[in-house]
T-cell receptor, first 115, second 114 residues
Framework: ETGVTQSPTHLIKTRGQQVTLRCSSQSGHNTVSWYQQALGQGPQFIFQYYREEENGRGNFPPRFSGLQFPNYSSELNVNALELDDSALYLC??????????????FGQGTRLTVV | AQSVAQPEDQVNVAEGNPLTVKCTYSVSGNPYLFWYVQYPNRGLQFLLKYITGDNLVKGSYGFEAEFNKSQTSFHLKKPSALVSDSALYFCAVRDANNFNKFYFGSGTKLNVKP
């Protein structure tokens, strides 16, 4: 296992509702990012947080927002849910690196279904 | 701009035979390339990475990948496939500036038959 845990594992929401997904990073990892993986596709980068600040964003609308807490855990919030938001949401964390390139460690994901 | 392409949606191989899963990349700057594997209803598991140095990179579970700069490829290989290797494989390139920003390919489903 990667040491990155996400909750809940599955979620069903109605169109127009709001949802919060949670991620607990691996110990010592201060960078966390979120990805959306639609069925049959590769993960798409949503945004990244470093030291509690957003530090990079993909092509997602502002209704996708996030938080990172002092213990480096993180939340992904999605407002005004749309049917196309149905996907597997993955959280990834990585450790600080002094010039090295490190891999990201992924959680098991949250499967969101919007009906 | 960074991107990777996985030209095969599916690869079928018999157990015990060698396997190759293809990936090509397009980057501006140095390529930082990764392979991840995804089992059903699971997240992504890191297999290996190429940063610099030897073109043949060895990773987890007996997998290796060959970096080819002239062909801009980073193919995943294994000398002898196992049924348990059946999964979805993703090639990815890391963003030049953001630690955790990866550009993933569309994935290749590997089927290893007994």
């Amino acid at each position: 296992e990667t040491g990155v845990t996400q909750s809940p594992t599955h979620l069903i929401k109605t169109r127009g509702q709001q949802v919060t997904l949670r991620c607990s990073s691996q110990s010592g990892h201060n960078t966390v990012s979120w990805y959306q993986q639609a069925l049959g596709q590769g993960p798409q980068f949503i945004f990244q947080y470093y030291r509690e600040e957003e530090n990079g964003r993909g092509n997602f609308p502002p209704r996708f927002s996030g938080l990172q807490f002092p213990n480096y855990s993180s939340e992904l919030n999605v407002n005004a849910l749309e049917l196309d938001d149905s996907a597997l949401y993955l959280c990834a964390s990585s450790r600080p690196s002094q010039g090295g390139i490190t891999e990201a460690f992924f959680g098991q994901g949250t499967r969101l279904t919007v009906v | 701009a960074q991107s990777v392409a996985q030209p095969e949606d599916q690869v079928n191989v018999a157990e015990g035979n060698p396997l190759t899963v293809k990936c090509t990349y397009s980057v501006s700057g140095n390529p930082y390339l990764f392979w991840y594997v995804q089992y059903p209803n699971r997240g992504l598991q890191f297999l290996l990475k190429y940063i610099t140095g030897d073109n043949l990179v060895k990773g987890s579970y007996g997998f290796e990948a060959e970096f080819n700069k002239s062909q801009t490829s980073f193919h995943l290989k294994k000398p002898s496939a196992l049924v348990s290797d059946s999964a979805l494989y993703f090639c990815a390139v890391r963003d030049a500036n953001n630690f955790n920003k990866f550009y993933f390919g569309s994935g290749t489903k590997l089927n290893v038959k007994p």
